[in-house]
């Protein structure tokens, strides 16, 4: 997908299974729409990639200390490959570009992963709403609701038709699918695509910010609790005017430390020698995902569901802070 994340935090992002890397050669490259290519890769020893379900992303290590996150779009019964869909995006911070301009058949990249923060539900029925490149996470999943059996719909838009990917595999589910370019049809009528809330239905979207936006609205207004479900590829704003300091304790040793107003909890951590893996720094890939044991988070990330988030059990160490004066995580 786009580019989820900016450069390393210190750390690198690493399997699920274990603090490892993964070496790869890219086995195939095909341009997927007028600037997005698929990027397939399979790993250098030959052997199986680890497993992974619809909604999971790998972490793609480029060039000097960047990393970036790209969701998988593949076949997830094929773990002798992962394809990956990345947007030619020239206002990113470089990622996309060094993808699209310098990979190439034959070359070797080193990724991690994969990692899911973006499950799909087990529901009676779905809706999908992608937009741009977040039809790469979709696709694989309206692959297992057909497989399953389970009735779903998806809109997909984009700019232009010639820069939406997959066109040709998701035009064969006929009028499931509807194409929505931009540039004939405006903006997707998100009032009539959401317009039929029910209990049994999940809704699941991917793409820029101010559709997903538009979509959480529509959703917390007239939608059941918990049915919308949504990967973000940019954080949500953060106001940071009023931060104030607070204080940690690591349940492991009993040791208090004070988290400065200007300062992460990951880098506080790190100040002390507590490394937690982390990549993004940004709230919008899930590594850092640390244990909280007692105390009220101020949850700013773009990855947990307002349940999730309210259940008040873990945070995003990289973006997240306090409310109450002291938080108690499992480290």
């Given at each position: 997908m786009s580019e989820l994340t900016s450069l390393s935090h210190g750390s690198t992002a690493t399997l699920d299974e274990g603090d490892r890397k993964i070496e790869t050669t890219v086995i195939?490259?095909?341009?997927?729409?007028?600037d997005v290519i698929l990027l397939t890769v399979a790993a250098q020893d030959g052997s199986q990639l680890p497993s992974w379900s619809p909604g999971a992303h790998i972490d793609v290590?480029?060039?000097?200390?960047?990393?970036?996150h790209y969701s998988l779009c593949g076949d997830p019964d094929d773990r002798s490959s992962y394809t990956i869909g990345v947007l030619d995006a020239p206002a990113s911070r470089g990622?996309?570009?060094?993808v699209h301009?310098?990979?190439?058949?034959g070359d070797s990249l080193t990724i991690g992963g994969p990692r899911n923060h973006f499950e799909l539900v087990d529901a009676p029925r779905y809706v999908f709403i992608a937009g741009g490149i977040g039809i790469t996470p979709i696709a694989a999943m309206l692959r297992d609701a057909e497989r399953a059996g389970k009735p779903w719909t998806l809109v997909y838009g984009g700019r232009t038709t010639a820069s939406m990917a997959l066109r040709e595999e998701l035009a064969a589910f006929a009028d499931r699918v509807t194409f929505w370019p931009q540039d004939t049809n405006g903006i997707i009528d998100l009032p009539a695509v959401l317009g039929s809330p029910d209990d049994e239905t999940a809704v699941y979207a991917c793409g820029p910010e101010p559709l997903l936006a538009a979509i959480e609205n529509i959703c917390d207004a007239t939608?059941?609790?918990?049915?919308?479900?949504?990967?973000?590829?940019?954080?949500?704003e953060i106001d940071d005017t009023n931060d104030t300091e607070f204080e940690l304790e690591l349940a492991q040793t009993g040791r208090r430390i004070t988290v400065p107003k200007e300062t992460t909890v990951l880098d506080a951590l790190a100040d002390v020698g507590i490394h937690i893996l982390s990549s993004c720094g940004e709230g919008t890939c899930g590594t850092c995902e640390t244990p909280v044991l007692d105390g009220v988070v101020d949850h700013r990330d773009s990855v947990l569901t307002k349940d999730e988030?309210?259940?008040n059990d873990c945070m995003m160490v990289c973006v997240s802070r306090a409310k109450s004066p002291l938080l108690v995580l499992d480290v």
């Amino acid at each position: 997908m786009s580019e989820l994340t900016s450069l390393s935090h210190g750390s690198t992002a690493t399997l699920d299974e274990g603090d490892r890397k993964i070496e790869t050669t890219v086995i195939a490259r095909v341009d997927a729409a007028s600037d997005v290519i698929l990027l397939t890769v399979a790993a250098q020893d030959g052997s199986q990639l680890p497993s992974w379900s619809p909604g999971a992303h790998i972490d793609v290590h480029l060039d000097g200390d960047i990393v970036r996150h790209y969701s998988l779009c593949g076949d997830p019964d094929d773990r002798s490959s992962y394809t990956i869909g990345v947007l030619d995006a020239p206002a990113s911070r470089g990622g996309s570009r060094y993808v699209h301009q310098s990979l190439h058949i034959g070359d070797s990249l080193t990724i991690g992963g994969p990692r899911n923060h973006f499950e799909l539900v087990d529901a009676p029925r779905y809706v999908f709403i992608a937009g741009g490149i977040g039809i790469t996470p979709i696709a694989a999943m309206l692959r297992d609701a057909e497989r399953a059996g389970k009735p779903w719909t998806l809109v997909y838009g984009g700019r232009t038709t010639a820069s939406m990917a997959l066109r040709e595999e998701l035009a064969a589910f006929a009028d499931r699918v509807t194409f929505w370019p931009q540039d004939t049809n405006g903006i997707i009528d998100l009032p009539a695509v959401l317009g039929s809330p029910d209990d049994e239905t999940a809704v699941y979207a991917c793409g820029p910010e101010p559709l997903l936006a538009a979509i959480e609205n529509i959703c917390d207004a007239t939608w059941p609790a918990g049915a919308l479900h949504l990967e973000r590829f940019t954080p949500k704003e953060i106001d940071d005017t009023n931060d104030t300091e607070f204080e940690l304790e690591l349940a492991q040793t009993g040791r208090r430390i004070t988290v400065p107003k200007e300062t992460t909890v990951l880098d506080a951590l790190a100040d002390v020698g507590i490394h937690i893996l982390s990549s993004c720094g940004e709230g919008t890939c899930g590594t850092c995902e640390t244990p909280v044991l007692d105390g009220v988070v101020d949850h700013r990330d773009s990855v947990l569901t307002k349940d999730e988030q309210d259940c008040n059990d873990c945070m995003m160490v990289c973006v997240s802070r306090a409310k109450s004066p002291l938080l108690v995580l499992d480290v």
